[in-house]
């Protein structure tokens, strides 16, 4: 059988878009109000996919408490109710486009231990969502 | 290939416990679900089948038939339920979601007669369900 655990977590953080490619009359063009110099905030959902065998003494692929901690730990702690541009090391030089943030929170669960990560879907509001399920060779992404 | 989804909702208890394991290890283990007189959710499950749409009817699958599968298979024997007792394959199993749902795949695949089963989605709670795709790929 082919199983799928899908959980979803919920976190708050702002962030602009604003790239230093372009001038100051060209990313408010491309990025209209998500270009305000304060910043903006999302209340986001993050769905996290793992795949694995079905261990018989628990019925589980992944035990939720471990799977719950190692997100806490590597994406809640870190991202929830933070300035993702300036909090985040990660989007200091990358813009913090949901399909970016989608990436990195790919790359940072990848080596959870106690399944294999499938895919990321990440909901910036209910009627954007973005997913990514990390290269076909399974490299890094540059 | 179009793929038809139907929903239903069941409420079901569970409980999880292995009697391989001692008592302080299951509660260990299941925590809140290790509660001897178990508790409950919600579960919704979506069911898609897939197929060519028939010509004459322009239907992958009659949606009446698969509500009475879903009404047979499903609602008369898990819903209003205590699964590990009142459910024989789930007898020797944990009810996780995940073996739920496989059970619910084994239990609907061969039923289905025209299209083909292609996933079983079961939501145990609004922030966590499993999907079954049987032995095929998404």
Redesign the interface.
């Known amino acids: ?9 919920a976190l708050a953080a702002s962030h602009r878009l604003h790239s230093p490619h372009f001038d100051e009359a060209e990313n408010e063009r491309i990025y209209g109000k998500c270009n305000n110099p304060y910043g903006h905030g999302h209340n986001y959902i993050v769905e996290v ?1 793992v795949t694995g065998k ?1 261990d ?6 992944a ?3 471990d799977l719950d901690g190692y997100v806490a730990r590597e994406i809640i702690e870190p991202f929830d109710h933070m300035y993702l541009n300036k909090d985040v090391e990660a989007f200091r030089d990358r813009v913090p486009t949901t399909e970016n943030v989608c990436v990195e929170i790919f790359e940072r669960l990848r080596r959870f231990p106690g399944a294999r990560l499938v895919r990321i879907r990440l909901e910036e509001t209910g009627r954007n969502s973005f997913e990514y399920a990390g290269r076909r060779d399974g490299g890094k992404d540059d | 290939m179009v793929h038809v989804t139907r929903k239903i909702e069941f409420s079901a208890a569970h409980r ?1 416990h ?1 009697p ?2 001692s008592a302080e290890e299951n509660r260990r ?3 809140k679900c290790n509660n001897p007189n178990g508790h409950g959710h919600n579960y919704v499950l979506e069911v898609t089948v897939g197929g060519e749409a028939d010509p004459l009817t322009g239907m992958v699958l009659d949606l009446k038939e698969l509500k009475e599968i879903l009404e047979r298979e499903i609602m008369d024997r898990m819903d209003h339920r205590f699964l590990n007792y009142e459910v024989p394959e789930l007898a020797d ?7 739920i ?2 059970l619910i ?1 084994k239990l609907l695949a061969p039923k289905i007669k025209k299209g083909r089963l292609t996933r079983v989605r079961l939501w145990e709670s ?13």
């Open positions: 059988m082919r199983l799928e655990l899908t959980r979803r977590y996919t079905v018989p003494s628990t019925g589980m692929i035990h939720l408490d | 999880y292995n391989a394991f283990i299941f925590g199993q944990i009810p996780t979601c995940e073996n749902a496989s795949w609004p922030d966590l369900y499993v999907d079954c795709y049987g032995d095929g790929t998404p």
